[in-house]
T-cell receptor, first 115, second 111 residues
Framework: NAGVTQTPKFQVLKTGQSMTLQCAQDMNHEYMSWYRQDPGMGLRLIHYSVGAGITDQGEVPNGYNVSRSTTEDFPLRLLSAAPSQTSVYFC??????????????FGAGTRLSVL | LAKTTQPISMDSYEGQEVNITCSHNNIATNDYITWYQQFPSQGPRFIIQ???TKVTNEVASLFIPADRKSSTLSLPRVSLSDTAVYYC????????????FGTGTQLKVEL
């Protein structure tokens, strides 16, 4: 059972470049979410989805886009990368009923550097 | 959003009980309290969750006082493998899926 799979594990971008961070889960979870983790800070919610076709903003959504066409996949897009987006990104999935109420299963993360 | 505060770091020895407290003074009625463990280069992993009073599972206990303005994660008889960062999460089950992770407590366990 793979759980939550994130690709790539590492990525280096130049300012202004675009890229998509991939996230897939095989647990048939309704909820999926993206977080960023910066040194000395906790995880901050970027965007989340409560089901296919439904997404919403979290605490720090600016500069990121998401869509959810299937239950399994929830990609995160950076349209024009900025150095401030250098971070470690985590994808998570959970059952329905609320992000905070249910156990979230996290991927291993993508370490992104924007030069 | 509830604001959370945790100690930055704690040190312990194998076999001791470790208590990590998270302060969340403005917790809302609908908020749950959850603790996660994170090892280097891995995503966080669920430890325990509670709403009030005491919750215990096979790895930890969670103590929540009546006013719910803080919570304490208790790890009994820690071992070297418990060296990790521990995060408390406070979040609403109501509309909007608002949640706040603490900044994490680095626990170091030594022989």
């Amino acid at each position: 059972n793979a759980g939550v799979t994130q690709t790539p594990k590492f990525q280096v971008l130049k300012t202004g470049q675009s890229m998509t961070l991939q996230c897939a889960q095989d647990m048939n979870h309704e909820y999926m979410s993206w977080y960023r983790q910066d040194p000395g800070m906790g995880l901050r919610l970027i965007h989340y989805s409560v089901g296919a076709g439904i997404t919403d903003q979290g605490e720090v959504p600016n500069g990121y886009n998401v869509s959810r066409s299937t239950t399994e996949d929830f990609p995160l897009r950076l349209l024009s990368a900025a150095p401030s987006q250098t971070s470690v990104y985590f994808c998570a999935s959970s059952r329905g009923g609320g992000l905070a109420k249910n156990i979230q299963y996290f991927g291993a993360g993508t370490r992104l550097s924007v030069l | 959003l509830a604001k959370t505060t945790q100690p930055i770091s704690m040190d312990s020895y194998e076999g001791q009980e470790v208590n990590i407290t998270c302060s969340h003074n403005n917790i809302a009625t609908n908020d749950y309290i959850t603790w996660y463990q994170q090892f280097p280069s891995q995503g966080p992993r669920f430890i325990i969750q509670g709403y009030k009073t005491k919750v215990t599972n096979e790895v930890a206990s969670l103590f929540i006082p009546a006013d719910r303005k803080s919570s304490t994660l208790s790890l009994p008889r820690v071992s070297l493998s418990d060296t990790a960062v521990y995060y408390c999460l406070v979040g609403s089950t109501g509309g909007g899926n608002k949640l706040t992770f603490g900044t994490g407590t680095q626990l170091k366990v030594e022989l």
